[in-house]
């Protein structure tokens, strides 16, 4: 039996639970979770915000781990070794998404709390495929969010090929938003943090920001026009989305990784006239995870997180839904 925590209703507070995994497949793995990041996106599937949360739930999707099990098929992992396990837990390794390496992509990916219990639990289950081994150097109580806020915001850095000399801005320095800054610094780009939050200004420059503007400040915007070759959103809420894409260079690209639920009220001829493009991407697929992974360790990368108890994980979930947290949570079954 797995001993996890888990809601049983939209919202209810996570309770002791226990569940019977099943036989191991032959490409399965199981991992003794040593720490678990909390993301929003675990809150959202607890409340049912996006309508597909099966109950009980255990969420949990930032796992950090040593393999305890692995089915006869799996040669290529080894018991005891550390791993992550991000929010995916298997893909079906036959369309072309797949067999092309943009595993994140495919229609029959398996969620890992999706349809399935997380990683809130003393031990959890995923396809082989899904499971990336840490590099000795990564720090492993703070790995967790890096497989999810982390390899969110580094895989347009790929995908779109952005350029060193970039000018890049993130909108929005939070969970997500802290590491897009960390990474696109380091990657050598000029970066410029879009913010509500005045009393986050030193702490944003310190994770590597060139310069702060105020995110409600109309004025502000309008100086910017003309100057970013990309715009990452790392928010969930509705913003004035043509002031930001006037601050696009021509070609330039206004790109979401922050679940905005709201339509985008969008004046097609900046898009037109400039050449520019908006997109968006969910997270990466295991091979970009090493990528991220390794350009973490050579570039000294990691979240600021926040400690919690596995028994206080109800502390842990109301701090996050507060917007208290600075800037990941991560639950652990070692302190």
Request: proline residues 4%; charged residues 15%; hydrophobic residues 45%.
């Amino acid at each position: 039996m797995f001993k996890a925590y888990a809601a049983f209703g939209p919202g209810g507070r996570l309770e002791p639970f226990e569940y019977n995994p099943g036989p191991m497949g032959p490409e399965d793995v199981e991992i003794a979770v040593e720490h678990c990041g909390i993301c929003y996106s675990d809150l959202s599937m607890l409340q049912n915000a996006w309508g597909m949360t099966q109950y009980p739930f255990v969420p949990g999707h930032e796992v950090i781990g040593t393999i305890a099990a692995i089915g006869e098929q799996v040669h290529y992992l080894q018991l005891g070794q550390r791993v992550g396990l991000g929010w995916h837990a298997g893909y079906c390794m036959r369309c072309h998404s797949c067999m092309s390496g943009d595993h994140n992509l495919c229609a029959q990916a398996q969620g890992t709390i999706i349809g399935r219990h997380g990683g809130f639990a003393d031990k959890v289950r995923a396809h082989a495929a899904s499971i990336v081994a840490l590099p000795r150097d990564v720090d492993a109580k703070s790995a967790g969010p890096l497989f999810c806020g982390g390899i969110t915001v580094f895989n347009p850095l790929l995908q779109f090929n952005i350029q060193p000399t970039a000018r890049v801005g993130v909108i929005g320095v939070g969970g997500l938003g802290h590491l897009a800054v960390q990474f696109l610094r380091a990657w050598g780009c000029h970066v410029t943090a879009f913010t509500a939050s005045k009393n986050k200004r030193t702490e944003i420059l310190a994770f590597g920001a060139h310069q702060v503007l105020d995110s409600t400040d109309s004025a502000a915007l309008e100086t910017a026009a003309g100057q970013f070759d990309l715009i990452l959103s790392t928010v969930h809420v509705a913003l004035d989305w043509n002031a930001y894409i006037a601050t696009l260079r021509p070609k330039g690209r206004l790109h979401f990784v922050g679940a905005t639920l709201e339509g985008l009220d969008i004046g097609v001829f900046l898009l037109i006239l400039g050449q520019r493009s908006i997109s968006g991407s969910p997270v990466g697929s295991p091979d970009t995870m090493r990528a991220m992974l390794d350009f973490a360790v050579q570039h000294h990368i990691k979240p600021m997180i926040e400690v919690f108890r596995f028994d206080a994980v109800n502390e842990a979930i109301a701090h996050l839904a507060d917007g208290k947290a600075r800037y990941r949570i991560v639950l652990s079954n070692t302190d």
